[in-house]
């Protein structure tokens, strides 16, 4: 049976004081008043990952790196490999995030080596994919965000299928203020589910956590999880909230 997730995606925010303040107050919250069916996970810059593992209730509260190398080491300054964040007790790495995609080119087949690599050294990929507007406009959404499933998690072992999250993020709701409609999330996540069914069987599909990421916060997070396809989030400014977290957690 899928698991329910709700992962707080930090990106660029918070110094290292900042970060271990926030883990805290998150774990304080998820312990006291988290719904203990849902996975709640953090995804923390680099520089902050061993002290949250080390201020964190772990059987609570997972944590997450936000990247990877696509090299597992050598002379690739400023990367940091799947091994060194498996190393500072993590358990989860995001990849495939519309802004790496975007803003730093990272391609299938880059992509493809950090999966590999991720699922080496022990870590659950929360694997994101996503249309622009101009995909959305053109009504293509469909076959565009099927592509980067065909090209990257498609070509995976079922076994290694199997250890995935995936987060549809459409890029324009991503920072803007839009939000996709709950219904809009829900026709994407079941689309992907079929996808899911078709390429590995059904009992796959049916276990395969599927989280929505765009804009989600503690006004929207309960009609989006309301829906059948929609097993949690991927969050972004609302995970620097302690008090909106945990609203999202226990949104179900």
């Not at 919250?29 to 953090?42: F, N, P, R, Y």
């Not at 009504?139 to 299928?161: K, M, S, Y």
């Not at 987060?167 to 996540?189: D, F, H």
Request: aromatic share 8%; glycine share 8%; hydrophobic share 40%.
């Amino acid at each position: 049976m899928r698991k329910k997730v709700v992962a707080g995606n930090w990106k660029c925010n918070t110094t290292f004081q900042e970060g271990i303040e926030l883990a805290k107050a998150v774990n304080s919250l998820v312990v006291e008043k988290g719904a203990e069916d849902v996975t709640v996970i953090v995804g923390t810059p680099f520089t902050h990952l061993a002290k949250v593992v080390e201020s964190v209730d772990t059987a609570r509260v997972g944590v997450a790196a936000q990247n990877c190398a696509a090299e597992p080491k050598g002379a690739f300054t400023g990367e940091v490999s799947a091994a060194m964040v498996k190393s500072t007790g993590a358990q989860y790495v995001i990849l495939g995030h519309s802004e790496r995609r975007e803003y730093y080119g990272e391609t299938s087949e880059i992509l493809n080596k950090k999966l590999k690599l991720a699922l080496e050294n022990g870590l659950t990929p929360i694997y994101c994919c996503g249309e622009a507007l101009p995909v959305r406009e053109a009504n293509t959404q469909n076959a565009f965000v099927g592509q980067q499933l065909e090209e990257t998690i498609f070509r995976l072992p079922e076994a290694d299928f199997r250890k995935l999250i995936i987060a549809y993020e459409p890029i324009w709701a991503i920072g803007t203020g839009k939000t996709a409609t709950a219904e809009q999330a829900q026709e994407m996540l079941a689309y992907i589910r079929e996808l899911i069914r078709a390429k590995y069987g059904d009992a796959v599909a049916q276990d395969t956590s599927l989280l929505y990421g765009g804009s989600a916060n503690a006004k929207n997070a309960a009609e989006l999880f309301a829906k059948p396809d929609i097993d949690g989030g991927l969050i972004g400014g609302a995970s620097l909230k302690p008090d909106d977290f945990i609203v999202i957690v226990n949104a179900y």
